[in-house]
């Protein structure tokens, strides 16, 4: 059974391998080869810099074991390294409430199946997160999901149930991992009071490289207090470990104690936390990365409303594996993104920007797709 999954696998050009690689600055090696990097979620560059060899040299000799925390928060692994990295996340977002989990997908796993069951609705974009997907099938809450960000679709559906279910909560990406567009979250924002909703929304490519302070895409667009619950992960623009919910004090406590992801997960390292509550507490300071991702999108799409993430699309899985192919012979670092990661027949490859980046990079990378075609 096993054999004839991964040959039907091989057979649809959709078997994945794990590759061997080395990370050198803005360059990744394989087989003794160097590319560009187009594919990290470093979007700020930080993990290509020498900030963390700084950082590390004035760490303080305090007598703690800084690479383990063998335990989760609940039991002794609550250190006080987590105390100040929320503190620093709570004062980037005006004194809301944090809490830090173990990565992005225990936080999307976890949060609505603790804060929903029976009697309640959610409604999800079609594209959000697979994380998200395995959190709404381990709750007990029901669930739709409605055309990707088809805001009319979206009210038909709460025009028709709001009013069976107890709490209705509207769910979605700021921007959105493949495809690179940002939710409409102002409308978004109507249709919860419209219809007196929950808003959830996921941050995390968003995190760190848009919004004022690198708040992200709700800061963006002021809709920061319509959100019910925002969560962003640490290990993207933050080149760190770990994620977090932003939300209010009472939703806070309730996920402390229902949240399994979080309860029965080790927590995280002492040298992450640190390392996170560095670079949040840098975030605003950060301004010229950010518009650097943006000048590299625009000279990318020719669009001033493109992101950092650009999909550039094949369609067929055959064909996803062959641009990839040219593109590394041209000496760009990317790979084929296919089903089930996105919905079949919209292989693709996936470029993602980072502000270590330099402006020749983007150049040549657009001259070779040109003469790939």
């Known amino acids: 059974m096993i054999r004839e999954t991964l040959e039907r696998l091989r057979a649809e050009d959709n078997l994945r391998e794990l590759p061997r690689i ?24 930080l993990a ?38 929320e503190s620093a996340l709570s004062e980037l977002f005006g004194g809301r409430s944090t809490l830090v989990a173990g990565s992005g997908y225990l936080v999307n796993a976890g949060v609505l199946p603790a804060l929903t069951g029976k009697g309640d609705l959610i409604l999800a974009d079609k594209l959000v997160h697979a994380s998200l997907i395995d959190g709404l099938r381990l709750g007990e809450a ?26 209705v909560w509207i769910v979605t990406e700021s921007i959105f991992s493949m495809d690179g567009d940002c939710a409409p979250l102002r409308k978004l924002a109507e249709l919860k009071d419209k219809y007196r909703c929950k808003l959830y929304v996921d941050e995390a490519h968003a995190f760190g490289a848009y919004g004022p302070g690198g708040r992200g895409l709700a800061a963006q667009e002021s809709v920061e207090d319509a959100c019910d ?20 004090p009472l939703t806070r406590d309730l996920l402390v104690n229902r949240m399994r992801t979080l309860i029965f997960s080790t927590a995280l390292p002492p040298i992450s936390l640190r390392w996170s509550e560095h670079v949040v507490r840098a ?28 999909p550039i699309m094949a369609g067929e899985n055959a064909r996803a594996i062959e641009m990839s192919r040219r593109l590394r012979e041209a000496g760009f670092w990317v790979v084929p993104i296919r089903y089930p990661t996105v919905p079949k027949g919209t292989a693709r490859i996936r470029v993602s920007l980072s502000a270590a980046l330099e402006r020749a990079d983007i150049l040549q990378f657009v001259e070779a797709c040109k003469n790939i075609g």
């Open 22 to 45: 080395e990370i050198r600055g803005k360059y990744v090696v394989c087989d003794g080869k160097r590319y560009l990097n187009l594919s990290s979620n470093d979007y700020l560059g």
């Open 48 to 85: 290509c810099s020498d900030a963390d060899r700084k950082f590390m040299q004035r760490q303080p000799d305090d007598g703690a074991f800084l690479l383990s925390n063998p335990s989760s928060r609940l039991v002794t692994g609550n250190s006080s390294d987590y105390a100040r990295l």
């Open 142 to 167: 029901e669930w739709r999901r409605f055309r990707h960000n088809d805001t009319e679709h979206l009210e038909c559906l709460l025009a028709r149930h709001r009013d069976a279910y107890r709490n």
């Open 229 to 248: 619950i925002r969560i962003a992960t640490l290990g993207k623009a933050i080149a760190s470990q770990g994620a977090f919910v932003i939300t209010d």
């Open 283 to 310: 975030l605003p300071s950060m301004d010229d990365r950010r518009e650097r991702l943006r000048e590299y999108a625009r000279t990318i799409t020719g669009d001033d409303r493109h992101t950092h993430i650009i």
